[in-house]
């Protein structure tokens, strides 16, 4: 069964920098069926990428998702306030579980 | 543009079976864009994914519940329903019904129900 690590588990950053969040999977990926969703408190999560690197309907181009194999990595290229959020990768390739990883939390 | 809704009780008590319902409007559940799933998530914590349903009837299932949980759908109703037996406290949960997971560029979630298990 696949485990995906995501690090850091809390990002510290202010409006205007880069974020870089990583996620890790413990076996390959088609990098078809990794995707990236942010969650904020209290509100159920939203899609932002789906196969590793194509945006969602309605998402920002300041996120970016890459990477391919076992290491993916989502890019928020200038963080606007509304972006503060905790951020999970899942994988959803042909067996499941399709499970999330742990998260990310950026905060301010 | 779809909307999800979950329905079900909010209190269930240890050893009994939950049953939650996702009613679909402005679409149908008999469409090849989506899979249609469940996924949870315990105060304070991750998220969980639990299952999906294809409108076909095909279902996956996380194996760490496999036994304890049915997905079925009823497209006369535009509904999906989750059914998960001999809860504990461990299944105290918001629970979501989403269109997951992703086939296509957008995702529909409903806003959630939580459910406590207690006596």
């Known amino acids: 069964e696949i485990v995906l690590t995501q690090s850091p588990g809390t990002l510290s950053l202010s409006p205007g920098e880069r974020a870089t969040l990583s996620c890790r999977a413990s076996?390959?990926?088609?990098?078809?069926?990794l995707a990236w969703f942010q969650q904020k408190s209290g509100q159920p999560p939203r899609l932002l990428i789906y196969g590793a690197s194509s945006r969602a309907t309605g998402i920002p181009d300041r996120f970016s998702g890459s990477g391919s194999g076992t290491d993916f990595t989502l890019t928020i290229s200038r963080l606007e306030p509304e972006d503060f959020a905790v951020y999970y990768c899942?994988?959803?390739?042909?067996?499941?579980?399709?499970?999330f990883g742990p998260g990310t939390k950026v905060d301010f | 543009q779809l909307q999800l809704q979950e329905s079900g009780p909010g209190l269930v008590k240890p050893s009994e079976t939950l049953s939650l319902t996702c009613t679909v409007s402005?679409?149908?559940?008999?469409?090849?864009?989506?899979?249609w799933g469940w996924v949870r998530q315990a105060p304070g914590k991750g998220l969980e994914w639990i299952g999906s349903?294809?409108?076909?009837?095909?279902?996956y299932y996380s194996p760490s519940l496999k036994s304890r949980v049915t997905l079925s759908i009823d497209t006369s109703k535009d509904q999906f329903s989750l059914t998960l037996s001999d809860v504990t406290a461990a299944d105290t949960a918001v629970y979501y019904c989403?269109?997951?997971?992703?086939?296509?560029?957008?995702?529909?979630w409903g806003q959630g129900i939580l459910l406590s298990v207690s006596s």
């Open positions: 349903i294809y409108f076909t009837g095909y279902t």
């Open positions: 402005g679409g149908s559940v008999s469409t090849n864009n989506y899979y």
């Open positions: 076996q390959f990926i088609s990098s078809r069926f």
């Open positions: 989403a269109t997951t997971p992703p086939t296509i560029a957008d995702d529909y």
């Open positions: 899942q994988q959803y390739g042909n067996s499941p579980p399709f499970i």
